[in-house]
């Protein structure tokens, strides 16, 4: 009995001593990345470092409104950019699990309207093809000119981008896509696509993204926004996160900056799967502990089997013209939507107008690392987002 006891006084005192040292840690973390932060090159941001477990550590710092002086919170949202892609790869296989569609399908098979590269008409396009960038579908201009909405009409706000379109130009993602793949759509063109076949060469492309999430609507009949409500947000209790400003508390939502004085008007994107998330670090930190326990084989939203298929890596050196061996180069090789680094890490990055984002998971330390920035990225915030993003990893194991 005295030994139980002693044992348990002597567990008692080596968690106290733990708790209070990576109480500690998170202090000295905090003091640092606000350091960092007071260059002020970067307006507003949010990290989190996560393992399967949860979250470890998060915090906004700056501002996500410097005319009202509101502060960055782990709770602000903000679109994503890119790391959106990620979520359709987990809607694909969550699709096929579901019997909807197999990865090896030609896309024609589900859609509308038929795709096919005109330099190789023969040829199907797969939709494994669409989630590993090697579909021979390029972004032509249109992408850009006509792929940025303002939330609202003149609204004091300098549009500031030249791409931003009116309200009333925005169109239905199926609608944009066909106008831009389809043969007889009104944008399409024969350089909408490589001159290489489909499944030859890694050509990174958001219009293909797009219409990856096109085929998983019209194979499930649900649109991909609902679809990825019930089998991804709502799973994982991402509460703050939606495609849309109607979808999220707008109260909460980030302004976005072209510069430190620069405010951008308010965008959503027409081709909103492949980028259009908007979300908070706490949400995005518990789809990074997800997709962190998912590698483990320990995954609640997808089988065993479908998370090795969105990790395994499915491209070769034939693939590419060449390929970039950087620690958090997410082109290196590619899962189902899902940046496989050489270096093993996993995850993704994003940009968009004033946005600029990171999310990655160690393959050998299990543990993941998010940020999230409101602010365009000049010289100077570069090198405040790589420091950012090396504090993190300093951290990443002390915790």
Known sequence: MKKLVIT????????????QTNDSI???????????CSREYINGFSVAIVNQDGILYEKGFGYSNIKANKKYTNNTIQNIASISKTFIGIALLKAQELGKLNLDDPINKHLSFNVNNPYFPNEQITIRQLATHTSSIKDPSRYEKNGY????????VAKVNSNFRSPDEKMVLDEFLKNILSEDGKWHKKNNFLKTKPGAIFEYSNIAA????????????????EFTNEHILTP?????????????????????YK???????????VNYPDGGLITSSTDLGKYLTELIAG???????????????????????????????????????????????????IGHTGGDPGVATHM?????????????????????????????????EEYETKL
């Not at 998170?26 to 960092?36: D, H, Q």
């Not at 999430?213 to 194979?219: F, M, S």
């Not at 543990?367 to 090396?390: H, Q, S």
């Open 149 to 156: 909405i303002l939330k609202e009409n003149d609204n004091g």
């Open 360 to 392: 990655f998971f160690n393959t050998e330390t299990k543990i993941g690392k998010l940020l999230i920035v409101n602010t365009d990225l000049k010289k100077e915030g570069i090198k405040e987002f790589i420091d950012i993003w090396k504090k993190l």
């Open 259 to 269: 510069d430190k004085e620069t405010e951008l008007a308010f965008y959503q994107l």
């Open 295 to 345: 590698n483990n084989g320990n995954g609640s939203i997808l089988n065993k089997q479908s998370y090795e298929e969105l990790f395994r890596p499915q491209l070769t050196d034939k693939n590419y013209n060449k390929r970039n061996e950087s620690a958090y180069n997410d082109e290196y090789n590619m899962g189902v939507f899902m940046g496989i680094s050489a270096q093993g890490q």
């Open 26 to 36: 998170l202090r000295k973390l905090t003091e640092e990345l606000e350091n960092i």
């Open 236 to 256: 994982l209790g991402m509460s703050n996160s939606g495609w849309s400003f109607t979808e999220v508390d707008f109260s909460k939502h980030s302004k976005l």
């Open 8 to 19: 348990l006084i002597l567990n008692i005192l080596v968690s106290s001593m733990y708790c």
């Open 210 to 225: 797009g219409l990856a999430a096109l085929v998983i609507e019209k194979a499930t009949n649900q649109s991909f926004n």
